[in-house]
């Protein structure tokens, strides 16, 4: 068996769902899958001592784990006051119309279709529903939308699909550009320098206990990939889907489509950069 302290962001062990932190309670959604690990995770965050509460992410639209985030909220003796989505896949937004119904809360998002309420989300913003101070941080690159919140207090950030707690994320082309996701990573190191941020608290898999291990990892990953993409290229692929047979091989066929979104978004950035020219 592998030592979790071995693994890129030292993953926690054990059940995903319940307290993470002192700020931060997980209820996980009932759809795992290739794409979605374990199944999304819901956050709920609060003051320990408010009856106030944030959710973030309420995940698909499921009643029954809907209902179970309000549930283990009321147990904790919390009111739902506010919801907030890391980004619009549906994996972590589509519930949010419902959970709204639910918990008569507005809906906050970078992105103004995904909004109920009115008001959205911005770099730099800060909630302080309940007593909290959760400050969003731009982190897009996974898709356009896409956003984190720093929880200072815990010295923890929920990343959203901007950083998973086990293996790596999609870079969703078109809508994900690489280098705004190359971006991202660099900002969310500079809050693991700068900040003390320490633990990762993603929308897929388990709680990572080294934030800047995790970063690090990922900022490797990607470039060991451009690398890999343009040797691809060089050795004669022309297409796409070419150079994710060659470069993703040893993947699971099922994951191909997901890759070559993330293959797309490379070629792009490779072209922008002067380092290959054009391909399908």
Aim: proline share 7%.
């Amino acid at each position: 068996m592998t030592d979790a302290a071995t693994l890129p962001g030292q993953p926690r062990g054990g059940v995903l769902s319940g307290p993470a932190t002192a700020r931060a309670v997980n209820v996980l959604a009932p759809n795992p899958s290739a794409m979605t690990l374990d199944g999304t995770n819901t956050w709920i965050v609060s003051e320990p001592d408010s009856d106030l509460a944030v959710v973030v992410d309420p995940g698909p639209l499921d009643d029954g784990h809907l209902r179970a985030v309000v549930d283990t909220a009321e147990r904790a003796g919390k009111r739902i006051a506010l919801t907030l989505l890391t980004h619009g896949h549906p994996d972590h937004a589509e519930g949010a119309v419902r959970f709204a119904e639910l918990t008569r809360t507005n809906v906050r998002a970078l992105d103004p279709a995904l909004r109920l309420g009115g008001e959205g989300l911005a770099p730099g913003d800060v909630i302080t529903t309940g007593g909290l101070e959760m400050r969003v941080v731009p982190t897009p690159g996974h898709t356009g939308d896409s956003l984190s919140f720093h929880l200072p207090a815990d010295r923890a950030v929920l990343t959203g699909d901007t950083v998973l707690g086990r293996g790596t994320t999609v870079v969703a082309h078109p809508d994900g550009r690489l280098g705004d996701y190359l971006d991202s990573l660099r900002r969310l190191r500079s809050l693991t320098v700068d900040d003390g941020i320490r633990t990762v608290l993603p929308g897929h898999g388990p709680v990572l206990d080294d934030a800047q291990g995790a970063v690090e990892f990922y900022l490797a990953h990607r470039a060991s990939r451009l690398a890999q993409v343009e040797t691809a290229v060089e050795n004669g692929c022309t297409s796409a889907s070419e150079v994710v047979a060659q470069v993703y091989a040893a993947v699971d066929r099922s994951l191909w489509p997901a890759a070559e979104l993330s293959v797309r978004a490379q070629l792009e950035y490779l072209r922008e950069h002067g380092l290959i020219g054009p391909i399908d």
